[in-house]
C-alpha cells in the first residue's frame, strides 16, 4: 500500500514561514491534501487538491507538489497554527483506500 | 449548516460489540460518500470504511470482517456495526464526507467531533 511520510515535528518563530513536507514515490502524481487538527478537535481541511484552500482558511496557507513530495506552507505564521497537521492522498493502485501521512507537530516558538 | 454528530463510544471488553452513530444535519447521508476515520490515543489518523452513494461499502483491512458501515436515509444516520473487537481498537472514532471533482470521493471535507471506543478488560 502507498505511504506517505512526513517529520514529526516542525518548530517556527512567530512570523515566520512554515513548510511541512509529505513524501511518497510519484506522489507529484497525485492529489494531495491537507488537514489540521487542534488538540481535543477533529481535523479540519486546510488545503485540498495540493494548492486549493477552502473557504475561510487563510491566505497563509498554501500547498505544492511535485515529484516525490508535497508541501504545506504556512506563511506569517501566528500562534494560533500550531496544531498538528496531516497529509492525505486517495490511493487508487489499492482497494478504495484512503492513506494519511503520520502527522506533524508544527510548533511555534 | 452541516453538522455531524456521532454517538455510541465507550468502555467495551475484548471480544465485545459497540455500533456507532453518526447523525447528520444541513447534508443528505445516502446522497453522499461517508466514511469513518479512527485515531488511536497519540496516534494519526487512519481510514476505516466508507460506504458510497449508491451503496457500495469498503473497509480497512485492519478491520475488514469485524467491521460493517451501513446508513438508515430516514434518519439520515450513519452507522458502525464493530464486533470482535480488540485492543488495539481503541480510538477516537470520526464520521467524515468525502467529496472530489465529479463528486469523486477523495478528500474528507465535513468532519463530526469524535466519539471515543475503548476496548479493554
Known amino acids: 500500500s502507498y505511504v506517505l511520510t512526513q517529520p514529526p515535528s516542525v518548530s517556527v518563530a512567530p512570523g515566520k514561514t512554515a513548510r511541512i513536507t509529505c513524501g511518497g514515490n510519484?506522489?507529484?502524481?497525485?492529489?494531495v491534501h491537507w488537514y489540521q487538527q487542534k488538540p481535543g478537535q477533529a481535523p479540519v481541511l486546510v488545503i485540498y487538491?495540493?494548492?486549493d484552500r477552502p473557504s475561510g482558511i487563510p491566505e497563509r496557507f498554501s500547498g505544492s507538489n511535485s515529484g516525490n513530495t508535497a508541501t504545506l506552507t504556512i506563511s506569517r505564521v501566528e500562534a494560533g497554527d500550531e496544531a498538528d497537521y496531516y497529509c492525505?492522498?486517495?490511493?487508487?493502485?489499492?482497494?478504495?483506500?484512503?492513506?494519511f501521512g503520520g502527522g506533524t507537530k508544527l510548533t511555534v516558538l | 449548516e452541516v453538522q455531524l454528530v456521532e454517538t455510541g463510544g465507550g468502555l467495551i471488553q475484548p471480544g465485545g460489540s459497540l455500533r456507532l452513530s453518526c447523525a447528520a444535519s444541513?447534508?443528505?447521508?445516502?446522497?453522499?460518500?461517508m466514511s469513518w476515520v479512527r485515531q488511536a490515543p497519540g496516534k494519526g489518523l487512519e481510514w476505516v470504511s466508507v460506504?458510497?452513494?449508491?451503496?457500495?461499502?469498503y473497509y480497512a483491512d485492519s478491520v475488514k470482517g469485524r467491521f460493517t458501515i451501513s446508513r438508515d436515509n430516514s434518519k439520515n444516520t450513519l452507522y458502525l456495526q464493530m464486533n470482535s473487537l480488540r485492543a488495539e481498537d481503541t480510538a477516537v472514532y470520526y464520521c467524515?464526507?468525502?467529496?472530489?471533482?465529479?463528486?469523486?470521493?477523495?478528500?474528507?471535507?465535513?468532519w463530526g467531533q469524535g466519539t471515543l471506543v475503548t476496548v479493554s478488560s
Open positions: 467524515a464526507s468525502l467529496t472530489g471533482v465529479a463528486a469523486a470521493p477523495i478528500y474528507f471535507d465535513y
Open positions: 444541513g447534508f443528505t447521508v445516502s446522497s453522499n460518500y
Open positions: 460506504i458510497y452513494s449508491g451503496g457500495s461499502t
Open positions: 510519484n506522489i507529484g502524481s497525485k492529489s
Open positions: 487538491y495540493d494548492s
Open positions: 492525505q492522498v486517495w490511493d487508487s493502485s489499492s482497494d478504495h483506500h484512503w492513506v
